[in-house]
């Protein structure tokens, strides 16, 4: 899986820290089998004071299990520090985030509780329209292909920053969403990716968005819809087969433990055997 030795074994040694409040985040846990390394591992916290308390109980059991931290920050609701063992580093951050989510945090094996795959996916989107990383499109595009097409993340997220309107979204990830082979030459990639069929497939990918919500009708923005329990892109046309599904504080789960359960089993990460862009 791409995570490499040693985060695995930082992550399998905080576990036991993590709960619904103090969770795995960010790319390390959308990329648990999907197409990249990641370079850091994000944990995410509902309140400030948590940052901190976290940050001082995980860095002593490290230190106490023989690694090494070079702090970069350590500011109120922002800790980061490069860990090392071995000499392998990784950047390990422990910061606030908003605790508004569309699901509840998911108990994890390996991370102990980490952000639901749909939270994930929202927050990627919102991240590629807000910044210019290759890394971004080829999580997009994992995304896309693995758990939820892009137009039904991109509907979804709006709920996450009142500033974007769905079309405004696609724009931003268009704008931001140019690179050559050399600007993924630097990633720690699976198998090595063809810049010309990741720009031909993002761009596919996003004109299929585009369709979508210029289809979906006004006032339903920010919506996840679910079909058996599991979030699908619904057909606009027939919004009413679909069960709405809105984002609040902290997350919820549908109407019943067992459609709960579903959309756990059914959104758990999958194993990338062969990955083509």
């Not at 509907?155 to 931003?172: H, N, R």
């Not at 990716?193 to 996003?206: E, F, G, M, Y």
């Not at 009708?217 to 919506?223: D, N, R, T, V, W």
């Not at 789960?253 to 990338?272: N, T």
Request: aromatic share 8%.
């Amino acid at each position: 899986m791409p995570l490499s030795k040693l985060q695995s074994d930082i992550l399998v040694l905080l576990a036991s820290h993590r709960n619904p409040e103090s969770h795995v985040a960010g790319a390390s846990a959308l990329n648990q089998h999907g197409p990249r390394f990641s370079g850091d591992i994000d944990i995410f916290h509902d309140h400030e004071e948590a940052v901190a308390l976290a940050c001082e109980a995980d860095s002593r059991v490290l230190m106490e299990n023989g690694f090494l931290l070079q702090w970069l920050r350590r500011y109120p609701g922002l800790h980061a520090a490069v860990v090392e063992r071995g000499g392998e580093k990784t950047k390990l951050e422990w910061l606030q985030d908003s605790d508004f989510r569309f699901f509840p945090t998911v108990m994890d094996d390996l991370f102990g509780y980490r952000l639901h795959i749909i939270d994930l996916a929202t927050n990627k989107a919102l991240t590629a329209a807000g910044r210019r990383e290759p890394r971004d499109v080829l999580d997009l595009l994992y995304i896309h292909a693995h758990h939820l097409p892009l137009g039904a993340v991109i509907w979804a997220a709006v709920a996450k920053d009142a500033g974007y309107s769905p079309e405004s979204l696609i724009t931003e990830i268009r704008r931001n969403a140019h690179y050559r082979a050399d600007d993924y030459a630097d990633l720690a990639l699976i198998e090595p990716v063809d810049a010309a069929i990741v720009s031909r497939t993002l761009r596919q990918a996003l004109d299929e968005a585009e369709v979508f919500v210029r289809a979906m009708p006004p006032g339903k923005e920010g919506l996840l819809f679910l079909q058996g329990g599991v979030p699908v892109q619904p057909d606009p046309d027939h919004l009413a087969d679909y069960v709405e599904h809105a984002g609040q504080r902290r997350g919820h789960w549908p109407s019943s433990p067992e459609i709960a359960a579903a959309m756990v089993e059914c959104h758990k990460m999958p194993m990338i055997n062969n990955l083509i862009y």
